[in-house]
């Protein structure tokens, strides 16, 4: 489906990632911050350090393996561990319809990857999946505790505080500081547009956390996928560097297997 580029320097990737998040502080009104308490920082922190560590674990599967089997593995096991964690703290759950169109979502994800991993790279994906749904649940036990702006600003500056636990670890930081002294001034544009534009898609997930169910937001995610899968079929020619898709007979019959069970699961949850 969708290739992956080389990922050497997982911790500059996660660096980048997290420490971005200071832009997002800042791009919030004024007058919406108030002062948190015990247990809202603790929230917070501990949101930054899995999200930290799940980003961390997800770029040394991508390293390892292909995006277009970590990804959807990746979502799937997100999907499953938010429903597992959502069980243990929220005290909340899917019933009826919701729970078939839910197993439905992540079926359909999981036939989405070609399963070329390793050991290695499929324990990493397993962390990362784990530590993503952990911190979604901690997101929205923050927006349980407060106000929608108030719990962005506390939960992101514990993303960044999240990273900053992570430089303490002498290798991530040789690896940062090359990286900066290395890269050419197109490449970080590059890199901070794409992230402008991750950043856009990570705040409707958040605002869909603050309004919705965790484990449904998680298995959303699988119909990501399926729009991937036609950007690959319409580019494929035109950009092979960047989009390929197998067309054999069995690619096509699993392709069409999760994309129907991902729109099945889509009336499952939404169409009564």
């Not at 960044?160 to 690896?175: E, H, M, Q």
């Amino acid at each position: 489906m969708v290739s992956t580029p080389a990922i050497n320097k997982p911790a500059v990737y996660t660096f980048y990632n997290n420490i971005l998040l200071i832009a997002v502080i800042g791009l919030l009104p004024f007058g919406v911050v108030s002062s948190p308490t015990p247990k809202l920082l603790e929230f917070s922190f501990f949101f930054g350090v899995t999200l930290t560590f799940s980003l961390l674990f997800l770029y040394r599967a991508l390293k390892i393996s292909e995006a277009s089997d970590v990804s959807p593995v990746f979502a799937a096991i997100s999907a499953i561990a938010a429903f597992g964690f959502g069980l243990l703290f929220l005290l909340g759950g899917l019933t009826g319809n919701f729970l078939t169109g839910f197993a439905l979502l992540v079926i359909g994800t999981l036939v989405m990857s070609y399963f070329r991993f390793t050991w290695r790279s499929l324990f990493y994906v397993f962390l990362a999946g784990c530590l993503s749904a952990l911190s979604s649940v901690l997101l929205k036990e923050i927006f349980n505790q407060t106000s929608f702006w108030n719990g962005l600003f506390w939960a992101e500056l514990g993303g960044v505080t999240g990273v900053l636990f992570f430089l303490l670890v002498p290798s991530n930081r040789k690896d940062i500081r090359e990286n900066l002294k290395q890269s050419s001034g197109g490449i970080k544009t590059v890199v901070v547009l794409n992230k402008a534009l991750a950043g856009f898609a990570y705040f409707l997930i958040i605002y869909s956390i603050k309004l919705g169910n965790v484990s449904i937001v998680n298995a959303l995610g699988g119909t990501q996928f399926v729009f991937l899968l036609f950007l690959a079929l319409i580019f494929g020619r035109k950009f092979p560097g960047y989009f390929h898709e197998t067309t054999g007979i069995k690619e096509v019959l699993e392709k069409s297997v999760a994309m129907a069970a991902i729109i099945a699961g889509l009336i499952f949850l939404f169409v009564k």
